[in-house]
């Protein structure tokens, strides 16, 4: 895995985890009882977005390095995950 790849796996895994995290833990305008007029009741009034950050990043960076320690290490390679013998093999048999 070069550094190029490695950044761009961790962007994905970092927002991955952020959409999940991120719909946790909200209140509405109508949770809190204050909605102003022009807005829908389902409008965030309190979102805690600065923890979720830093909890998806803490998360992001675990399975990260879980991710990269399987890929660096040759446990799983892409010959594991060819099913149907699509691709030539690499390894000489």
Not at 2 to 14: D, E, M, Q, R
Not at 32 to 60: C, D, F, M, Y
Request: aromatic share 10%; proline share 3%.
């Amino acid at each position: 895995m070069g550094i190029t790849s490695g950044f761009v796996l961790y962007a994905v895994i970092w927002w991955m985890t952020l959409l999940c995290i991120a719909p946790l833990r909200l209140k509405t305008q109508a949770d809190v009882g204050k909605v102003v007029a022009g807005t829908q009741s389902g409008s965030l009034e309190v979102h805690n977005l600065r923890p979720k950050l830093w909890i998806a990043t803490g998360i992001a960076t675990v399975l990260f390095a879980i991710a990269a320690t399987i890929i660096l290490s040759g446990w799983i390679t892409i010959e594991d995950m060819d099913w149907w013998g699509r691709l030539e093999s690499t390894v000489p048999r």
